[in-house]
């Protein structure tokens, strides 16, 4: 029995297991789901990521939404369009970017995109020249996007 404790407390151990809210705990949207969001003319904030195949996401994801989405509630809120989903092959070839970038005004990831009755009021997007190694985009960025959209206390 002792044995079968030790595994055990080992594989929590293991897996990483923890107090953080995973990533996968936020609500996900599919194109069409967003797109019904947007029609309803709905209030939300959008996080579009290639969010296992993008660098920069993952970045932003571990090193900086992990850490917020144990601390404070309001990123629950957060919606993700995951890009490795919706469009797999558009993280190497740009011209598969040109209907989302059409439709929703993002040709990057991460992006993050904040919408009031389904219009974009506040865009925050990754571009190569503001790249940031630890965070995808810099974090004193990211702190205001968070603040002015109301997930962050100033």
């Not at 939404?65 to 740009?94: I, Q, W």
């Not at 990831?109 to 009755?117: I, N, R």
């Amino acid at each position: 029995m002792k044995k079968i404790l030790w595994i055990s407390a080992f594989l929590l151990v293991l897996c990483g297991c923890n107090d953080k809210v995973a990533f996968s705990e936020l609500k996900r949207l599919h194109f069409d789901e967003l797109d019904q969001k947007l029609e309803q003319r709905e209030d939300m904030v959008v996080y579009f990521g290639w969010t296992q195949n993008c660098e920069d996401s993952i970045h932003f994801q571990e090193n900086y939404l992990a850490d917020h989405l144990s601390e404070d509630s309001a990123f629950l809120e957060l919606y993700v369009v995951d890009l490795d989903e919706e469009l797999p092959d558009a993280l190497t070839d740009k011209e598969k970017r040109e209907p989302m970038f059409e439709r929703y005004g993002v040709k990057y990831s991460p992006t993050l995109v904040q919408y009031e009755k389904g219009e974009i009021v506040k865009l925050l997007e990754w571009t190569p020249e503001t790249t940031d190694k630890e965070t995808g985009i810099l974090a004193s960025r990211l702190d205001r996007f968070f603040t002015e959209v109301g997930y962050l206390k100033k």
